[in-house]
């Protein structure tokens, strides 16, 4: 019943280092997003795609890239992690009628 | 821009009733949702509500919607130890892309 898979649930990244963090959907679904959830902050935007080849800015996409090759899978890039980039990474796939989003289960990336 | 609000803690002794806020600044929302995220989790759909209704009821959960305050409540009846999770309220509209925009989350702790 798995629906939106997040390769890792746990990485530790030295600073400098490029990232990859991998989402993938088997809903065929159009859209997909990309957030990171701190404490106090609630879920942010970094990054959505509307289609494969397209994406667009949330409200923090600084030190982020993203990636859609194909339909389901959409990846997020950090060009040179830095520690202020540890969080929780979460997935999200909404239906195409919007009644609902089918998150990953969330990468917690620590940069030290 | 748009902006979600919500209280950061709430907690209900066992068998009560929870209440759970939100704020939100964006006239143009389509859709408002309450979405559950138990620990190491992801985020799971609990209810949504159409804009054009102001009350929603499913079992134990009870939506209400103020849109003129723009204000969204969710109700648990009979709290259980079970409901201790973060609560987060969210929004999206018709207007530019189907963006999610999500509050800060409330993390509801049960006192058995």
């Known amino acids: 019943d798995v629906k939106v898979t997040q390769s890792s649930r746990y990485l530790v990244k030295r600073t400098g280092e490029k990232v990859f963090l991998e989402c993938v959907q088997d809903m065929d679904h159009e859209n997909m997003f990309w957030y990171r959830q701190d404490p106090g902050l609630g879920l942010r935007l970094i990054y959505f795609?509307?289609?494969?080849?397209?994406?667009e800015k949330g409200d923090i996409p600084e030190g982020y890239s993203v990636s859609r090759e194909k339909k389901e899978r959409f990846s997020l890039i950090l060009e040179s992690a830095s520690t202020n980039q540890t969080s929780m990474y979460l997935c999200?796939?909404?239906?195409?009628?919007?009644?609902?989003?089918?998150f990953g289960q969330g990468t917690r990336l620590t940069v030290v | 821009g748009e902006d979600v609000e919500q209280s950061l803690f709430l907690s209900v002794r066992e068998g009560d009733s929870s209440v759970i806020n939100c704020t939100y600044t964006d006239s143009s929302s389509t859709y408002l949702y309450w979405y559950k995220q138990e620990p190491g989790a992801g985020l799971q759909l609990l209810t949504y509500?159409?804009?054009?209704?102001d009350m929603k009821q499913d079992q134990r959960l009870t939506v209400l919607l103020n849109k003129k305050d723009k204000h969204l409540s969710l109700r648990i009846a009979d709290t259980q130890t079970g409901d201790s999770a973060i609560y987060f309220c969210?929004?999206?509209?018709?207007?530019?892309?189907?963006?999610?925009?999500f509050g800060t989350g409330t993390r509801l702790k049960v006192l058995a």
């Open positions: 509500i159409f804009s054009n209704m």
């Open positions: 999200a796939s909404p239906t195409p009628d919007n009644t609902e989003a089918f």
């Open positions: 795609s509307y289609d494969v080849k397209m994406k």
């Open positions: 969210a929004e999206t509209s018709t207007s530019g892309t189907y963006k999610y925009i």
